[in-house]
């Protein structure tokens, strides 16, 4: 099979037939209110089957699949014309050259939501008021010294327009 770009491609893929699947750089879908980023690294549809795919430099980690079960729920959720067709999800740890289906159980867009509410949660808990999203002050921040003397190492190396931020930490 060839994946094709094309609009023809995508065209194929709103009528049924065979083809990749757009995903734009800032995918996402909507969640009780909330707008969730995401997107995979590739999505296609093959033999009446969607394929989302997400490539892994790094090593494995136990999230890994649920990354891939947001991604296939954002297929489904943004394109009505793929529901009823089986999903299917990979995961290419490119490095290790190590492939991992990833199964859709039945109950895995209800899972992915709780994965996105927990979430949600856990980011809001520090903040002192969530519902208006006002962060905490920056005084409330421990200040590593590692991680001020690791920044500005990379500043100092990789980018000339960082001098603000060494000359912030200094």
Known sequence: MILLAASSARANVR?????CIEAPAFAAFQHDGLKVFLAPDLAYVHDGAVHVIDWKTGR???TDPMQVLLQMRWALETYAEL???????HLEYVNAGVAQA????????EQAAETVRE???RMRAPLPDPERNIPLEM???ERRE???RNLLRYCERNTPAAVRLVEYFQ
């Open 83 to 89: 529901e009823g067709l089986e999903i299917r999800g």
């Open 60 to 62: 494995e980690d136990d």
């Open 119 to 121: 979430g949600v949660a």
């Open 146 to 148: 590692t991680i001020r």
């Open 139 to 141: 005084a409330a921040f």
């Open 15 to 19: 009528t049924g037939g065979d083809g």
């Open 102 to 109: 990833v199964e859709a159980s039945p109950g895995f867009r």
